[in-house]
Protein backbone atom coordinates (compact mmCIF):
# COMPACT_ATOMS: atom_id res chain seq x y z
CA UNK A 1 0.00 0.00 0.00
CA UNK A 2 2.84 2.58 0.90
CA UNK A 3 4.67 2.45 -2.51
CA UNK A 4 1.00 2.38 -4.25
CA UNK A 5 -0.03 5.92 -2.23
CA UNK A 6 3.64 7.25 -2.54
CA UNK A 7 3.56 6.61 -6.00
CA UNK A 8 0.41 8.40 -6.72
CA UNK A 9 1.24 11.63 -4.70
CA UNK A 10 4.97 12.00 -6.07
CA UNK A 11 2.93 11.67 -9.50
CA UNK A 12 0.03 14.08 -7.72
CA UNK A 13 2.84 16.63 -6.85
CA UNK A 14 4.92 16.74 -10.49
CA UNK A 15 1.81 17.09 -12.13
CA UNK A 16 0.58 20.66 -10.29
CA UNK A 17 4.15 21.48 -9.47
CA UNK A 18 3.33 20.86 -5.66
CA UNK A 19 5.91 20.63 -3.03
CA UNK A 20 5.45 18.84 0.60
CA UNK A 21 5.57 22.46 1.97
CA UNK A 22 3.53 24.03 -0.30
CA UNK A 23 0.74 21.21 0.22
CA UNK A 24 1.09 21.71 3.94
CA UNK A 25 0.73 25.31 3.84
CA UNK A 26 -2.06 25.36 1.62
CA UNK A 27 -4.02 22.97 3.50
CA UNK A 28 -3.61 24.34 7.21
CA UNK A 29 -3.70 27.98 6.11
CA UNK A 30 -7.55 26.56 4.83
CA UNK A 31 -8.34 24.67 8.00
CA UNK A 32 -7.56 27.71 9.99
CA UNK A 33 -9.34 30.06 8.26
CA UNK A 34 -12.90 31.16 8.93
CA UNK A 35 -15.02 29.07 7.03
CA UNK A 36 -16.20 31.78 4.96
CA UNK A 37 -13.17 31.37 2.88
CA UNK A 38 -13.72 27.93 1.30
CA UNK A 39 -12.08 25.49 -0.93
CA UNK A 40 -12.79 27.85 -4.07
CA UNK A 41 -10.79 30.71 -2.82
CA UNK A 42 -7.88 28.94 -1.90
CA UNK A 43 -7.91 27.29 -5.54
CA UNK A 44 -7.70 30.50 -7.17
CA UNK A 45 -5.46 32.16 -4.48
CA UNK A 46 -2.87 29.03 -5.09
CA UNK A 47 -3.71 28.54 -9.02
CA UNK A 48 -4.67 25.49 -8.48
CA UNK A 49 -7.44 23.45 -9.81
CA UNK A 50 -10.30 22.61 -7.07
CA UNK A 51 -10.17 18.78 -7.68
CA UNK A 52 -6.84 19.15 -6.94
CA UNK A 53 -7.23 20.89 -3.80
CA UNK A 54 -9.16 18.65 -2.60
CA UNK A 55 -6.53 15.72 -3.73
CA UNK A 56 -4.31 17.61 -1.61
CA UNK A 57 -6.11 18.27 1.64
CA UNK A 58 -6.55 14.11 1.19
CA UNK A 59 -2.92 13.51 0.53
CA UNK A 60 -1.82 16.02 3.27
CA UNK A 61 -3.94 14.00 6.05
CA UNK A 62 -2.87 10.21 4.58
CA UNK A 63 0.85 10.52 4.45
CA UNK A 64 1.17 12.87 7.71
CA UNK A 65 1.88 16.14 6.16
CA UNK A 66 -0.37 18.01 8.62
CA UNK A 67 -1.26 16.77 12.68
CA UNK A 68 -4.44 15.61 14.12
CA UNK A 69 -5.04 19.12 14.98
CA UNK A 70 -5.37 20.42 11.41
CA UNK A 71 -7.72 17.06 10.81
CA UNK A 72 -9.73 18.21 13.39
CA UNK A 73 -10.25 21.65 11.91
CA UNK A 74 -10.34 20.51 7.78
CA UNK A 75 -13.31 18.22 9.22
CA UNK A 76 -15.47 20.94 11.19
CA UNK A 77 -14.86 23.38 8.46
CA UNK A 78 -15.73 21.16 5.51
CA UNK A 79 -18.69 19.76 7.96
CA UNK A 80 -20.27 23.55 8.19
CA UNK A 81 -19.69 24.23 4.19
CA UNK A 82 -21.47 21.12 3.77
CA UNK A 83 -24.42 21.51 5.54
CA UNK A 84 -24.75 25.29 4.40
CA UNK A 85 -25.69 23.38 1.04
CA UNK A 86 -28.68 22.15 2.60
CA UNK A 87 -28.46 18.88 1.37
CA UNK A 88 -29.74 16.01 3.46
CA UNK A 89 -27.09 14.04 4.75
CA UNK A 90 -24.36 16.12 3.09
CA UNK A 91 -22.51 16.68 5.94
CA UNK A 92 -22.67 13.00 7.52
CA UNK A 93 -21.38 12.14 4.30
CA UNK A 94 -18.58 15.16 4.97
CA UNK A 95 -17.60 13.52 8.71
CA UNK A 96 -17.82 9.81 6.97
CA UNK A 97 -15.13 10.78 4.54
CA UNK A 98 -12.68 12.31 6.94
CA UNK A 99 -12.93 9.22 9.34
CA UNK A 100 -12.27 6.85 6.33
CA UNK A 101 -8.98 9.22 5.69
CA UNK A 102 -7.86 8.44 9.09
CA UNK A 103 -8.07 5.03 8.50
CA UNK A 104 -6.40 5.38 5.29
CA UNK A 105 -3.97 7.08 7.32
CA UNK A 106 -3.69 4.29 9.72
CA UNK A 107 -3.12 1.93 6.99
CA UNK A 108 -0.47 3.45 4.82
CA UNK A 109 2.16 3.74 8.38
CA UNK A 110 1.15 0.52 9.68
CA UNK A 111 2.60 -0.41 5.81
CA UNK A 112 5.99 0.71 7.41
CA UNK A 113 8.09 -2.67 8.10
CA UNK A 114 10.40 -2.85 10.99
CA UNK A 115 13.32 -2.49 9.06
CA UNK A 116 12.04 1.03 7.96
CA UNK A 117 11.23 2.00 11.07
CA UNK A 118 14.69 0.92 12.51
CA UNK A 119 16.19 2.86 9.52
CA UNK A 120 14.02 6.01 10.45
CA UNK A 121 15.08 5.96 13.97
CA UNK A 122 18.95 5.76 13.14
CA UNK A 123 18.90 8.74 11.31
CA UNK A 124 17.55 10.76 13.59
CA UNK A 125 19.45 9.78 16.08
CA UNK A 126 22.65 10.49 13.71
CA UNK A 127 21.57 13.93 13.59
CA UNK A 128 18.96 13.78 9.76
CA UNK A 129 16.15 15.97 11.04
CA UNK A 130 13.12 14.87 11.04
CA UNK A 131 11.77 16.80 7.69
CA UNK A 132 14.62 15.42 5.65
CA UNK A 133 13.84 11.62 6.63
CA UNK A 134 9.98 12.70 5.89
CA UNK A 135 11.22 13.48 2.30
CA UNK A 136 13.34 10.57 2.04
CA UNK A 137 10.55 8.74 2.53
CA UNK A 138 7.70 10.61 1.18
CA UNK A 139 6.04 11.53 3.79
CA UNK A 140 5.27 14.30 6.10
CA UNK A 141 6.52 15.14 9.55
CA UNK A 142 3.59 13.97 11.40
CA UNK A 143 4.20 10.18 9.75
CA UNK A 144 7.94 10.30 11.37
CA UNK A 145 7.43 11.48 14.44
CA UNK A 146 4.71 8.94 14.86
CA UNK A 147 6.73 5.96 13.33
CA UNK A 148 9.83 7.14 16.62
CA UNK A 149 7.14 6.87 18.80
CA UNK A 150 6.08 3.04 17.47
CA UNK A 151 9.32 2.50 17.66
CA UNK A 152 9.72 2.86 21.15
CA UNK A 153 6.51 1.68 22.11
CA UNK A 154 6.24 -1.60 20.30
CA UNK A 155 9.70 -2.81 21.06
CA UNK A 156 11.58 -1.91 17.72
CA UNK A 157 14.12 0.31 19.11
CA UNK A 158 16.45 -1.43 21.63
CA UNK A 159 17.12 0.22 25.26
CA UNK A 160 20.37 2.17 24.12
CA UNK A 161 18.55 3.66 21.14
CA UNK A 162 15.27 4.35 23.26
CA UNK A 163 18.29 6.64 25.90
CA UNK A 164 19.27 8.25 22.71
CA UNK A 165 16.22 9.16 20.94
CA UNK A 166 13.76 10.13 24.03
CA UNK A 167 14.77 13.58 23.61
CA UNK A 168 12.56 14.09 20.82
CA UNK A 169 9.64 13.11 22.14
CA UNK A 170 9.68 15.56 25.58
CA UNK A 171 6.64 15.90 27.94
CA UNK A 172 4.86 12.50 26.14
CA UNK A 173 8.01 10.77 27.66
CA UNK A 174 6.88 9.12 30.61
CA UNK A 175 3.33 8.04 28.89
CA UNK A 176 5.18 6.36 26.00
CA UNK A 177 7.64 4.61 28.21
CA UNK A 178 4.71 3.26 30.48
CA UNK A 179 3.31 2.40 26.95
CA UNK A 180 6.26 0.50 26.40
CA UNK A 181 6.65 -1.70 29.49
CA UNK A 182 2.79 -2.52 29.13
CA UNK A 183 3.80 -4.06 25.71
CA UNK A 184 7.12 -5.76 27.40
CA UNK A 185 5.33 -7.26 30.03
CA UNK A 186 2.31 -8.29 27.88
CA UNK A 187 5.25 -9.92 25.22
CA UNK A 188 7.60 -11.25 28.34
CA UNK A 189 4.42 -13.16 29.60
CA UNK A 190 2.97 -14.88 25.89
CA UNK A 191 6.56 -15.94 25.36
CA UNK A 192 6.92 -17.53 28.99
CA UNK A 193 3.59 -19.28 28.45
CA UNK A 194 5.12 -20.61 25.13
CA UNK A 195 8.06 -21.74 26.62
CA UNK A 196 6.12 -23.72 29.01
CA UNK A 197 4.14 -25.56 27.06
CA UNK A 198 6.55 -25.91 24.60
CA UNK A 199 8.37 -27.71 27.58
CA UNK A 200 5.54 -30.18 28.40
CA UNK A 201 5.50 -31.07 24.64
CA UNK A 202 9.08 -31.81 24.80
CA UNK A 203 9.04 -33.69 27.90
CA UNK A 204 6.18 -35.77 27.32
CA UNK A 205 6.50 -35.91 23.70
CA UNK A 206 5.50 -39.67 23.30
CA UNK A 207 2.32 -38.70 25.19
CA UNK A 208 1.59 -36.05 24.25
CA UNK A 209 1.27 -37.01 20.38
CA UNK A 210 0.01 -40.57 21.00
CA UNK A 211 -3.27 -40.09 19.46
CA UNK A 212 -1.50 -37.44 16.29
CA UNK A 213 -1.43 -38.80 12.84
CA UNK A 214 1.10 -36.39 12.02
CA UNK A 215 3.03 -35.05 14.98
CA UNK A 216 6.18 -32.98 14.78
CA UNK A 217 9.55 -34.04 14.57
CA UNK A 218 10.75 -33.56 18.35
CA UNK A 219 14.33 -31.87 16.75
CA UNK A 220 11.51 -29.31 15.42
CA UNK A 221 9.95 -28.41 18.56
CA UNK A 222 13.50 -28.39 20.42
CA UNK A 223 14.66 -25.69 17.37
CA UNK A 224 11.40 -23.58 18.57
CA UNK A 225 11.77 -23.66 22.03
CA UNK A 226 15.66 -22.90 21.35
CA UNK A 227 14.69 -19.67 19.06
CA UNK A 228 11.86 -19.07 21.66
CA UNK A 229 14.57 -19.03 24.57
CA UNK A 230 16.37 -16.75 22.45
CA UNK A 231 13.78 -14.38 21.69
CA UNK A 232 12.70 -14.11 25.51
CA UNK A 233 15.97 -13.32 26.20
CA UNK A 234 16.40 -10.52 23.70
CA UNK A 235 13.20 -8.85 25.03
CA UNK A 236 14.36 -9.22 28.56
CA UNK A 237 17.41 -6.72 27.31
CA UNK A 238 14.75 -4.24 25.19
Not at 113 to 132: A, F, M, N, P, T
Not at 150 to 161: E, H, Q, V
Request: glycine share 2%; proline share 1%.
Amino acid sequence: MKKDICKKFVDFKARYSLSNDAIAQVVTEYANSDTNFACSFYSSKYDIPKDAFYKARDYAIIIGLVDDKVWEKLKKKSSINSSRNNYQSSSRKTLAHYSQLLYERKQFLDSFSVEEIKDIGYKYLEGVGIKRIAIAYDCGEYAIKYLLRKGITSLIFDANTVKSINVFVGDELNQIMERREKNKEALLDCLQKQIAFLQSQIRCYDLYFVYSSNKPELSYLQEKYAKIIRFYEKVLLL
